[in-house]
Nanobody
Framework: QVQLVESGGGLAQAGGSLTLSCAVS????????MGWFRQPPGKVRELVAN???????NYADSVRGRFTISRDGATNTLYLQMDSLKPEDTAVYYC????????WGQGTQVTVSA
């Protein structure tokens, strides 16, 4: 069982920055892959970025170069640093853990104004 609790969402202006955090209930390095997904209004959930246990990262084309995924093993926390935000980044962002099962956080709203 893995529990995930996101924080750090909110309102930002275009061009601004936000950092999302995800508290993980067990050793983050024991999880095959951790990631962030988002669901814009009226659209399907999509991958934003993920990081494998070995450290390899993967980004959606729409965020590459603007967002950075990272993790802290000391606190078992996953981060998403979001820079140069655009209105189209507005979505509910979800933390995800891929282990034997898939686990999801409750989501945190990010709203970017023009």
């Amino acid at each position: 069982q893995v529990q995930l609790v996101e924080s750090g969402g909110g309102l930002a202006q275009a061009g601004g920055s936000l950092t999302l955090s995800c508290a993980v209930s067990r050793n983050i390095f024991s999880i095959n892959r951790m990631g962030w997904f988002r669901q814009p209004p009226g659209k399907v959930r999509e991958l934003v970025a993920n990081i494998a246990a070995g450290g390899i990262t993967n980004y959606a084309d729409s965020v590459r170069g603007r967002f950075t995924i990272s993790r802290d093993g000391a606190t078992n926390t996953l981060y998403l640093q979001m820079d140069s935000l655009k209105p189209e980044d507005t979505a509910v962002y979800y933390c995800h853990a891929e282990s034997y099962y898939n686990y999801w956080g409750q989501g945190t709203q990010v709203t970017v104004s023009a």
